[in-house]
């Protein structure tokens, strides 16, 4: 299978045709998928640090990118990590590259990094199937979506204490990371419509990928049916978006980004810095010109490449709402986990943040979008205490 299968899948164009079954091919058994998550996330949020694992997770997919070069490889962000898969040639120069990052994240943040490398014959010899399809999200970047139970069953395999011998990657010198493109030089965001939801979704396994998928659909009819369309609920408007001057804001990106010593990393952060404040400044002189604003531009451009839903055997979303309109969507979710049709984990955001991957600046980007609090990290978190009352009530059964 050529290496640029990813490509060649056909697009989807609406977020509900996630859910069609047609719009999804089968991985080839000869990649490899990738899963990496931070160790201890939920404690490092707690201590106000979910900016740093935030520029972490994205990293692991920035390092990937910047070994695919010129071919395009599916993956999805998931906050505090990622999912990723390579074809053949891709394999061990992304495996070099992902532990070069678990190398800097330790060395940069203290951060564990947990990364695993899964080929996806294993995942088809234990019983699962990895499905992927192509999601546009502008003219310029798709997005994958994967289905079939295999990207869960690989993720199993990853963090579990025993099996996670067999396919975890120990994190080697921090200088081999190339994160070329990777920023964070935003202001954290108000949500255009009132406050940020961070929802997970996720079903029990179930015999057959049609009932899957028809709860999934389900579940976005009725996001749809509560907000309005997709540009009704989306979390970002280009108003209310602005790039940070606030030093503090930008470190972390130089801790990244910046080089081993501290000096070099307080050389990257003016930099930014300056280019922040230049900005600003040519907006200026371009009103004062009557010149429509290349600031405004961009940051509309940003908001059509901004990565707030997804899917890979797992429903993830960032929904800008009304408190009404979130208890709505809450009253219902309960009434489906309480029938035993999913489990769902949720948490409210005042404000949400951008982590970026950037490597031409009007064209191909991507941008991640999550709750600034902690976001997607503490859903999960209230996704797992409802998996335990759902196990607790099933094991009784």
Same mark, same amino acid.
């Given at each position: 299978?050529?290496?640029?299968?990813?490509?060649?899948?056909?697009?989807?164009?609406?977020?509900?045709?996630?859910?069609?079954?047609?719009?999804?091919?089968?991985?080839?058994a000869?990649?490899?998928?990738?899963v990496?998550?931070?160790?201890?996330?939920?404690?490092?949020?707690?201590?106000?640090?979910?900016?740093?694992?935030?520029?972490?997770?994205?990293?692991?997919i920035?390092?990937?990118?910047?070994?695919?070069?010129?071919?395009?490889i599916?993956?999805?962000?998931?906050?505090?990590?990622?999912?990723?898969?390579?074809?053949?040639?891709?394999?061990?120069?992304?495996?070099?590259?992902?532990?070069?990052?678990?190398?800097?994240?330790?060395?940069?943040?203290?951060?564990?990094?947990?990364?695993g490398a899964?080929?996806?014959q294993?995942?088809?010899?234990?019983?699962?199937?990895?499905?992927?399809?192509?999601?546009?999200l502008n003219?310029?970047?798709?997005?994958?979506?994967?289905?079939? @139970?295999?990207?869960?069953?690989?993720? /199993?395999?990853? &963090?579990?204490? %025993? *099996?996670? +011998? $067999?396919?975890?990657?120990?994190?080697?010198?921090?200088?081999?990371?190339?994160?070329?493109?990777l920023?964070?030089r935003?202001?954290?965001?108000?949500?255009?419509?009132?406050?940020?939801?961070?929802?997970?979704?996720?079903?029990?396994?179930?015999?057959?990928?049609?009932?899957?998928?028809?709860?999934?659909?389900?579940?976005?009819?009725?996001?749809?049916?509560?907000?309005?369309g997709?540009?009704a609920?989306?979390?970002?408007?280009?108003d209310?978006?602005?790039?940070?001057?606030?030093?503090?804001?930008?470190?972390?990106?130089?801790?990244?980004?910046?080089?081993?010593?501290?000096?070099?990393?307080?050389?990257?952060l003016?930099?930014?810095?300056?280019?922040?404040?230049?900005?600003?400044?040519?907006?200026?002189?371009?009103?004062?010109? @009557?010149?429509?604003?290349?600031?405004? /531009?961009?940051? &509309?451009?940003? %908001? *059509?490449? +901004? $990565?707030?839903?997804?899917?890979?055997?797992?429903l993830?979303?960032?929904?800008?709402?009304?408190?009404?309109q979130?208890?709505?969507?809450?009253?219902?979710?309960?009434?489906?986990?309480?029938?035993?049709?999913?489990?769902?984990?949720?948490?409210?955001?005042?404000?949400?943040?951008?982590?970026?991957?950037?490597?031409?600046?009007?064209?191909?980007?991507?941008?991640?979008?999550?709750?600034?609090?902690?976001?997607?990290?503490?859903?999960?978190?209230?996704?797992?205490?409802?998996?335990q009352?759902?196990?607790?009530?099933n094991?009784?059964?």
């Amino acid at each position: 299978m050529t290496a640029d299968f990813f490509t060649q899948l056909p697009l989807i164009t609406r977020f509900r045709e996630i859910t069609d079954l047609n719009a999804y091919r089968p991985l080839p058994a000869d990649w490899t998928i990738f899963v990496s998550d931070v160790r201890g996330s939920t404690r490092a949020v707690a201590e106000g640090r979910y900016k740093e694992v935030n520029m972490v997770g994205a990293a692991t997919i920035t390092a990937a990118l910047n070994v695919a070069d010129e071919i395009e490889i599916p993956f999805v962000f998931g906050g505090d990590g990622a999912v990723l898969a390579v074809p053949p040639p891709l394999a061990e120069p992304t495996k070099q590259a992902l532990s070069a990052v678990s190398g800097l994240a330790r060395e940069a943040f203290n951060l564990e990094l947990r990364v695993g490398a899964v080929p996806v014959q294993t995942i088809l010899d234990g019983g699962y199937q990895v499905f992927v399809a192509r999601l546009a999200l502008n003219m310029q970047v798709a997005q994958a979506v994967f289905s079939g @139970g295999g990207i869960r069953y690989a993720e /199993q395999l990853v &963090k579990d204490a %025993v *099996t996670g +011998a $067999d396919f975890n990657i120990a994190p080697t010198d921090p200088a081999a990371a190339n994160l070329s493109g990777l920023e964070c030089r935003w202001d954290t965001i108000q949500p255009a419509h009132g406050t940020a939801l961070c929802v997970i979704v996720q079903t029990p396994p179930q015999p057959d990928p049609a009932i899957t998928m028809a709860i999934y659909r389900d579940v976005i009819d009725e996001i749809e049916q509560i907000y309005g369309g997709d540009q009704a609920y989306h979390p970002l408007h280009y108003d209310l978006m602005q790039i940070s001057t606030r030093p503090q804001a930008l470190w972390a990106e130089a801790r990244l980004r910046g080089g081993e010593s501290r000096l070099s990393q307080l050389a990257y952060l003016m930099q930014v810095y300056a280019l922040n404040l230049g900005v600003y400044g040519y907006r200026w002189l371009q009103q004062l010109r @009557g010149e429509n604003p290349w600031w405004d /531009q961009y940051r &509309k451009h940003v %908001v *059509t490449a +901004a $990565d707030y839903r997804k899917y890979d055997d797992v429903l993830r979303m960032i929904i800008a709402g009304t408190d009404a309109q979130h208890e709505a969507l809450i009253t219902h979710l309960t009434a489906r986990f309480a029938a035993g049709e999913l489990i769902f984990g949720v948490h409210r955001s005042p404000e949400v943040m951008l982590t970026c991957l950037v490597f031409e600046r009007m064209e191909r980007q991507i941008h991640f979008v999550d709750g600034a609090d902690g976001g997607f990290t503490l859903a999960a978190q209230d996704l797992k205490q409802r998996q335990q009352q759902y196990t607790f009530v099933n094991s009784r059964e």
